[in-house]
């Protein structure tokens, strides 16, 4: 209720991004707040079961498993032609920049950490701060409270541009043009066949149509059933 409720000085929601067009009330701020509850709960199940293996963890990556990884993934590598083991860097995609992508991070234990346990505590000084109307809006939080405390460590905050994935609905489709954006795109995906790269993936063919006037999707489900009845 809090984050639903909440009103500033100027009468106007202090958490709710009403100023991000895309977000609906109350659906999109009870995600968020949904959303940042799960990266913590599974930091903090990562600790517990560090524990329980009495293992330390110095690079860690936090991804998400309703996607299709289009390209190979590799925690070391800053790209795929350049590998670092120093620890002193996180990386994220290079696309979907709204100003930065908030879809996934690797790297630094130390900074992983912060990205992922971090945001409710640091949610009050950047409301306080930050442009009105924008409050809980995922990815101007992060750029503005979550990466410049990453930095304040000495850890560099880089964009792999070989990172590419793609978001997979519960209806077995998959949004293929989310690596490339108005935002920024993946190495080489505003010219790749992303439907025949997908088909390559799951080894069958899919059925492509619009979601909307910016995002085409896949439907790979079951299509090879439905086609011979």
Known sequence: EKYRKTKGADG???????????????????????????????????????????KDYS????????????????????SRTTRDESFEYVGVPSWARFPINDRLIYGSYRG?????????????????????GYGMHSERFLNHSIFPAIRKLGIQVIENPDICFFRAR????????????????????????TQELVEAIVGRQCRKSKFNRKTAQLHCNMLNETSGM
């Open 12 to 54: 106007k929601y202090l958490y709710y991004p009403w100023m991000a067009k895309s977000f609906k009330y109350p659906t999109s701020i009870d995600n968020i707040v949904k959303q940042w509850h799960s990266i913590d709960a599974v930091w903090k199940d990562m600790e517990r079961t560090s524990l329980a293996l009495n």
């Open 170 to 193: 519960a209806d077995g489709s998959a949004w293929i043009s989310d690596c490339a954006t108005f935002k920024g795109a993946a190495r080489g995906f505003r010219r790749r066949d």
């Open 112 to 132: 992983v950490k912060i990205w992922s346990t971090e945001r409710f505590e640091r949610l009050e000084s950047h409301v306080l701060t930050y442009e009105p």
């Open 59 to 78: 690079r860690v990556a936090m991804l998400r498993n309703d996607v299709v990884y289009a390209t190979p993934f590799d925690v070391y590598n800053t």
